[in-house]
């Protein structure tokens, strides 16, 4: 098993700036099992989307709305990945979710509230 913790959301105004952690914990097999972390966004009312993701050894993917502002990170030796979010706009408002992926499991965090202001 992986428990997922979020931390770094927040109010903040429509321009600035946010930095999400996610640590993963769990016996050493589970951790290493992880190829795969992510943060996805729920916003009222809508479907979860994949905001950003990096696999093990560093590869990503952004959502087209990310591209360019956002930027996933991790931090192998800590179990920990993040999510720069620059140039914050009223519609990244959302719940941001951790997400953790081995071949066949699926973990997520509880969610960390995110709001932008205009």
């Known amino acids: 098993q992986v428990q997922l913790v979020e931390s770094g959301g927040g109010l903040v105004q429509a321009g600035g700036s946010l930095r999400l952690s996610c640590a993963a914990s769990?016996?050493?097999?589970?951790?290493?099992?992880?190829?795969?972390m992510g943060w996805y966004r729920q916003a009222p009312g809508k479907p979860r989307e994949l905001v950003a993701a990096?696999?093990?050894?560093?590869?990503?993917n952004y959502a087209d709305y990310a591209e360019g502002r956002f930027t996933i990170s991790r931090d192998n030796a800590k179990n920990t990945v993040y999510l720069r979010m620059n140039d914050l706009k009223p519609e990244d408002t959302a719940v941001y979710y951790c997400?953790?992926?081995?071949?066949?499991?699926?973990?997520w965090g509880q969610g960390t509230q995110v709001t932008v202001s205009s």
């Open positions: 769990g016996s050493i097999l589970s951790i290493n099992a992880i190829n795969r």
């Open positions: 997400n953790a992926r081995t071949i066949s499991l699926t973990y």
């Open positions: 990096i696999t093990r050894s560093g590869s990503t």
